[in-house]
């Protein structure tokens, strides 16, 4: 013989259900939207890092343009320069390995 209260049973499961769902949705959407918002922010510091190093790279050509500019003004003048006696002298001391002083 069925209960008189099934109807009522399933239709207390079924809200029961939709509101778990409902409560597993928005949960769900909670996490997207954090993930997204954490992502964003390592963007935004890897953007502002990339610009600092991109600085920095400029910097460092322009401190390689003035260094070579005062080398090459120095050249005519140096010592050293004159007492090579070949090209092959100079191509051996550019092979030389640098001092770590």
Not at 15 to 34: D, W
Not at 35 to 41: E, F, R
Not at 49 to 70: G, I
């Amino acid at each position: 013989r069925p209960c008189v209260f099934q109807g009522s049973d399933d239709k207390g499961r079924r809200m029961k259900r939709k509101e778990k769902n409902r409560v597993a949705a928005q949960k769900s959407r909670k996490r997207q939207t954090e993930k997204a918002d954490l992502l964003h922010q390592a963007c935004e510091l890897l953007e502002q890092r990339n610009r600092k190093l991109r600085r920095e790279v400029d910097f460092l050509f322009e401190e390689q343009r003035l260094l070579t500019e005062a080398l090459r003004a120095h050249e005519p003048l140096c010592p050293i320069m004159h007492f090579l006696l070949t090209p092959h002298d100079a191509e051996m001391l550019n092979c030389l390995p640098e001092s770590k002083t």
